[in-house]
């Protein structure tokens, strides 16, 4: 949300990633415009001349869009949620809070709605409160809930520093995950809610939990500087987790079939690698048994790319085109990077444009 940085644009996927929405809360040229990922194009958009727009969450590629005033002289109040429709040029319902609107997600059953300390659950046709959770300080509205109705999963910050809770609707219970030892910064999830990405606020580590049980099933490392992840998204086939930060970074890893032995927080002592006389090696034995784990290969990331911006950025990963990834940021850039995961290393550019000066659109 713009109150994170000074951008007027404020960028977020749809649900599958197909489409994303530029927010635009400069008052004079208010408003959002919808764009397709691939190919690049702008697909419809609304302006308002007066007053800006903070958030705005799609829905799938429909004409029902979710909505949140921002900037200096709001189009709507920031404690208010708009239903758009945008066929019909105006909101058509309205969720009122006491408290700024900190994050939205929207689900054809469900309007979710984060504040700095409650998450709210509406039903979607009528907007009727279904369920509300109290977090600890949220204060970016971090929560995920499955798109699909393979699943119906959310995921937001718990009661304690570094703990997420999944609930899993179709089951009726819920699961805590105590993810990290600090406050969280970043939550994706899988599409059909069965894999959930962490990270926290010191952005060294990310971790992939399994939502029904709860176990930790991976660990990557980012980096081993403190960053800001800004977003952590999984690729369709759940093969691949691409990764951002504050650092104008690019991460994608490849996302091992069995769980990693180095993802277990007690785990046995590696056996002894064996000589052919039968004599374990010094050296593979030290390495294995005192080296940390993000030295192995299988926690690092395959493919990485650094941004010309250090802005706020969000990655996906297009259906149609396994080997890349496409980054849209607040500072109005669309980069479209390839990768090769067996070769590894830099990926690289292949389409640019930049999206943030205002599109005509309706008014």
């Known amino acids: 949300m713009n109150s994170e940085n000074e951008s ?6 749809n649900q599958d990633g197909a489409c994303f929405a530029c927010a635009r809360s400069n008052a004079r040229e208010g408003g959002f415009t919808v764009y397709n990922v691939s190919p690049f194009r702008e697909t419809f958009g609304r302006r308002f001349r007066d007053g800006g727009v903070g958030t705005t969450e799609m829905l799938f590629r429909c004409n029902i869009l979710a909505l949140v005033g921002g900037g200096r002289e709001p189009k709507f109040s920031p404690n208010k949620v708009m239903i758009w429709d945008d066929h019909q040029g ?4 309205e969720l009122v809070f006491k408290v700024p ?6 689900r054809r059953d469900k309007v979710v709605v984060a504040l700095a300390h409650k998450i709210f659950v509406y039903n979607f046709s009528d907007l009727r409160l279904e369920q509300q959770m109290d977090t600890a300080t949220n ?5 995920v809930i499955s798109p699909t109705t393979e699943r119906t999963v959310l995921a937001c910050p718990g009661l304690n520093k570094g703990q997420v809770r999944v609930e899993l609707f179709d089951l009726g219970t819920t699961k805590f995950i105590a993810a990290h030892e600090t406050a969280l910064a970043c939550l994706g999830l899988s599409a059909d809610g069965s894999l959930l990405a962490t990270a926290s606020e010191k952005g060294t580590l990310i971790r992939v939990f399994d939502t029904h049980t709860a176990s930790l099933l991976h660990e990557f490392r980012r980096g081993s500087d403190r960053a800001r992840v800004y977003s952590l998204a999984f690729s369709p086939k759940k093969n691949l987790l691409g990764a951002t930060s504050d650092k104008g970074t690019v991460h994608v890893f490849k996302i091992p079939d069995r769980p990693s ?10 056996a002894p690698a064996s000589r052919p006389n039968g004599t374990a090696s010094p050296a593979t034995d030290f390495a294995k048994r005192f080296l940390p784990k993000y030295f192995t290969a299988e926690t690092r990331s395959r493919a990485q790319y ?3 911006s250090a802005a706020r950025s969000l990655v996906t990963f297009p259906a149609a085109d396994p080997d890349t990834c496409v980054v849209v940021s607040d500072s109005g850039e669309y980069s479209r990077l390839v990768f090769d995961l067996d070769r590894g290393g830099e990926m690289s550019l292949v389409e640019r444009h930049d999206f943030s000066a205002a599109a005509p659109a309706r008014a």
Do not use: D, K, M, N
């Open 90 to 93: 105006r909101c058509i319902g």
């Open 261 to 270: 032995a180095s993802s277990t927080s007690a785990t046995a002592s590696p």
């Open 306 to 308: 650094r941004l010309p």
């Open 139 to 143: 204060e970016s509205g971090l929560c």
């Open 8 to 13: 007027e644009l404020s960028v977020s996927y």
């Open 101 to 106: 609107v900190r994050g939205v997600r929207l």
